[in-house]
């Protein structure tokens, strides 16, 4: 199991304490980055352009793209930067964290929603959602893997993550809560990791047929 | 750490999300041929009773953090409205209507409430209340 154990921070900790657990100082972060905001609603802005102008062309690109993007960012965080996280130094831990998550609570949201409108406005115009399409089972299966990250996502990454940066914002964060939100993150991000190899599976059958 | 006492908000939450995924997953595999609706009346009905009893259970509980919970609650209630809507644009851009539409807007209102809830949840119960009830403060 990947230790996720983070020490109390520099200022509130006892002398005593202070042996026992490395010090860490917090870096300054916004929880939502202005410049990130900004960069999605143009995205977003630019999806709607997409699919108001329906042609498969700039569809294609906004679905596979941030499809591809998000399976892996997913693969990646879930797979390779998870555990490495578990075996950084609490410093480097709260460092890392401070940087990365703020970005992907803008990221994560923009990616998906993009991929998955997209997605849904390609199926519509090239027939791949409708029940007559041969593949249509293997169009199913993607909407049920799709279905269950967006459940994982949701209800657990999106809001351990959201919490985890308040915890780290207040003046005396307290490093079991800290633990306890960033353990479910990084096995959440496990296993919408391992269930993104389903997506390339579905993905790959359905761009070959 | 000290845990208090919490309606199991997030267990709540994540099964009324999981019904109305299924029940969109159950119109989307069938569009545009006729379907039966009342799997995913049935379905959505089920999820927005569920996200009732998650808002009434969460309304009961005492001392809880309110002021963070509104604040980070409201903004994410923005976003997931910004995401809701997109994919709302989506279904009137292809024609979708009637029963189905009805349908799949009432899951999208439900995921666009119960994600903001939750998400302020689960900040606010590691947060302190803005004011503590003096009791607890001068024992």
Redesign the interface.
Known sequence: MTDLAIGAPVAEREPEAAADHPPFEIPKFDI?PRVGLALSAVV?VL??VA??A?KIWPLMFFHVAFGAGWTIIDLFLGLVLGPIMGMLSPQARVEFTTRLMPKMVVIM?TVV?AT??AG??VA?KTGT???SFPQ?GW??AS??VV??M??LA???L???N??VL??LKKPRP?P??IE??MKRFIYCAGILGAMQIATLVIMTKLGSS | ?TERKLPPV?GL??AS??LI??G??YL??????HVSLTPAIILLAASALLLALNLVLLSRVKGFAWD?FFQ?GK??LL?YA??AG??E??FL??HLSGGPLIVLTLSLVV?AVH?PT??G???AR??EPATVPAATTHP
Do not use: K
Not at chain 2, 28 to 33: E, V
């Open positions: 939502v977003l999806l709607i699919i108001a329906n949201p929603t998955l409108a849904w406005q519509t959602n409708l029940t249509h169009v199913v909407m049920i279905g269950v967006a459940v949701l209800g657990l999106e809001p351990a959201i919490a308040f915890e307290r079991e809560v306890r939100l | 750490m997030t939450a994540m999300l999981t995924v299924i969109g997953i989307s595999a069938h569009l545009p041929q963070r980070v903004w994410s976003a910004v995401i997109t994919i644009y989506v851009r292809n995921f994600v939750l998400v949840f689960t900040v590691y947060d």
